[in-house]
């Protein structure tokens, strides 16, 4: 099936419950910045949201336009999957994105995979139309880790035969053809490199997918992923690395928040308050709390 011929645009998001505003977010911007006739699918990866919380997504968005599919986490990642354990704070559900082929529906041959903390200022169907010739993704080169050899790229570059300045790639936005993927084994390929050196996987999977697709990746134009820090008057996505915009310590672009919160608003969030870091450090404890009682059945959502 070619893109000319695909009634709609597929996009994939992972997302825990602390982070379900952000997704809300990222989703509505998506949403009102489409201007074609194509539908949009939104494969939503679903770690342990609450239902109530995805009532207020699903309340938000345009049916006639919009379809949301939720995904239990637990469910996306094969039974038999080994997956390296490093040393770092960040969840397992981060290497949900390289098992997409696993839980998409088997017609869609193209995703779209994005971060929850982005918000997207363009029509996403540029983006889905992009060209990826004979390669498998589509990314932006990093806005801070430049080139390969840079610190916390691909440290050990020379034992893959990759050159010193390749580029790297921020795996936070992703298009991927399904088919050339499965073809050529990424996932297998990408988790055995981080099992392999996983002290050298400073970004978990973002180091694999630059070390095994670093000839199979075609770099989109760098406004398609600017970080928050960033200056540019009009990105076509803006992504909240660092401190998220819904605390009140966000020390990044003043213009860029305000960007947020004003999709934030077109949401079941739309009388949200910045938190403290208190309200932060609380939540992801209640949230590491309900997951253990989801666990044993003692949970109530």
Same mark, same amino acid.
């Given at each position: ?10 996009? @994939? ?16 911007? !998506? ?10 699918? /939104?494969?939503? !990866? ?10 207020r997504i699903s309340d938000s968005i345009n049916t006639e336009t919009t379809t949301i599919h939720w995904i239990p986490a637990a469910e996306c990642i094969p039974k038999d999957a080994s *997956?390296? =354990? ?6 397992? %559900? =981060?290497?949900?994105? *390289? ?14 995979? *994005? ?8 029509? @996403? ?9 004979? +390669?498998? !993704?589509?990314? @932006?080169?990093?806005? /801070?880790?430049?080139? =390969?050899?840079?610190?916390?790229? =691909? ?23 399904? $088919? ?11 988790? &055995? ?8 996987? *400073? ?7 630059? &070390? !095994? ?11 398609? %992923?600017? /970080?928050?820090?960033? $200056?540019?008057?009009?990105? /076509? ?30 949401t079941g969030w739309k009388n949200f308050k910045p938190i403290g870091e208190t309200s932060r450090y609380?939540?992801?404890?209640? +949230?590491?709390?309900?997951? @253990? ?9």
């Open positions: 099936m070619s893109m000319q011929e695909s009634k709609s645009i597929a996009i @994939v998001c992972v997302c825990d419950n602390h982070y379900a505003i952000l997704l809300a977010a990222a989703i509505k911007s !998506v949403e009102t910045n489409h201007h074609t006739d194509e539908k949009l699918e /939104f494969f939503l !990866v679903e770690d342990s949201i609450s239902e109530k919380n995805k009532l *997956l390296p =354990v490093d040393r770092s704070s960040a969840p397992l %559900n =981060v290497y949900i994105r *390289l098992f997409v082929q696993h839980f998409i529906p088997k017609h869609i041959k193209r995703i779209i995979y *994005l971060d929850v903390d982005m918000i997207m200022l363009e029509d @996403v169907s540029k983006l889905w139309h992009t060209d990826l010739g004979d +390669n498998i !993704v589509a990314a @932006v080169q990093d806005q /801070f880790i430049q080139i =390969v050899s840079r610190w916390g790229g =691909v440290s050990n570059y020379e034992h893959f035969g990759i050159a010193a300045d390749n580029m790297y790639f921020n795996s936070g936005l992703m298009i991927i053809d399904i $088919e050339k993927w499965e073809k050529s084994d990424i996932t297998k390929k990408v988790i &055995a490199c981080i099992a392999e050196f996983t002290d050298l996987a *400073l970004y978990q999977d973002q180091y694999g997918l630059n &070390a !095994v697709l670093y000839k199979d990746w075609f770099p989109l134009n760098p406004l398609w %992923n600017r /970080f928050a820090y960033s $200056e540019e008057e009009r990105p /076509f996505i803006i992504h909240f690395t660092g401190r998220k915009p819904i605390y009140k310590s966000y020390e990044y672009s003043e213009k860029y928040r305000k960007i947020f919160y004003t999709y934030l608003a077109m609380f939540k992801k404890i209640n +949230n590491l709390l309900e997951k @253990v009682l989801k666990k044993i059945g003692l949970s109530k959502k």
